[in-house]
């Protein structure tokens, strides 16, 4: 496709539940990056991926929260016994391997758990 | 980490007035700081970056400055319109862009 697909666009999701949101970066792009915005808030940094590896996972904030690229390309960021803090918009980016090159993001999750 | 600080949180500003978005950094290793635009629904969207060997860049009536020296950047939008009217984000990042820390954002307005 012409950008980054994340799906679905919006989840509800009931306390407790486990839930797994996907993104399609742009062909080629071999960076992969995960953030989560809160309402209100810029993107806080959760984790990177360089084709299939998983360079940076840093920012994820428990472990319950679990991302995979298995093939360098689609990724998966999974959410284990989802709690309301959760809740939030979750944004792919993706880019090129060259250094400081622009990150392109696509539109989102909003997760909401209830 | 690196910190990244924003303001104002909000700004109104009256079509056709220029408006200006600050931030500050914390990591002096940071070389590269992107500015994002996003609109209701959507991701953020690059409108303007700068690395740290230039001081200023423009881009029709965008335009950014940075100093490296006192670890802050800026953003100014000359002759703004209403459709300028979005969250704008700054953002800094190191020599392999895996660690891109954003500011809080800055919710801009542009009345008719």
């Known amino acids: 496709g012409a950008g980054v697909s994340q799906s679905p666009r919006y989840k509800v999701a009931k306390r407790g539940q486990d839930v797994a949101l996907r993104c399609d970066p742009i062909?080629?792009?071999?960076?992969l990056f995960w953030y989560q915005q809160a309402l209100g808030q810029g993107p806080e940094f959760l984790t990177y991926?360089?084709?299939?590896?998983?360079?940076?996972k840093s920012g994820l904030p428990s472990d319950r929260f679990f991302a995979e690229r298995p093939e360098g390309s689609v990724s998966t960021l999974k959410i284990q016994r989802t709690q309301q803090e959760d809740s939030a918009v979750y944004l792919c980016?993706?880019?090129?391997?060259?250094?400081?090159?622009?990150?392109?993001f696509g539109q989102g999750t909003r997760l909401t758990v209830v | 980490g690196e910190n990244v600080e924003q303001h104002p949180s909000t700004l109104s500003v009256q079509e056709g007035d220029s408006a200006v978005i600050k931030c500050t950094y914390s990591?002096?290793?940071?070389?590269?700081f992107p500015w994002y635009k996003q609109e209701l629904g959507k991701g953020p969207q690059l409108i303007i970056d700068?690395?740290?060997?230039?001081g200023e860049k423009k881009d029709q009536r965008i335009a950014v400055t940075l100093n490296k020296t006192a670890k802050h950047f800026s953003l100014h939008i000359t002759e703004t319109q209403p459709e300028d009217s979005a969250v704008y984000f700054c953002?800094?990042?190191?020599?392999?862009?895996?660690?891109?820390?954003f500011g809080a954002g800055t919710r801009l307005t542009v009345k008719p």
């Open positions: 980016a993706s880019s090129l391997l060259t250094p400081n090159t622009e990150a392109f």
């Open positions: 062909s080629g792009h071999v960076s």
């Open positions: 991926f360089q084709n299939e590896a998983q360079l940076d």
């Open positions: 990591d002096s290793a940071s070389n590269y």
């Open positions: 700068i690395r740290s060997n230039v």
């Open positions: 953002a800094a990042s190191k020599y392999n862009n895996n660690d891109m820390r």
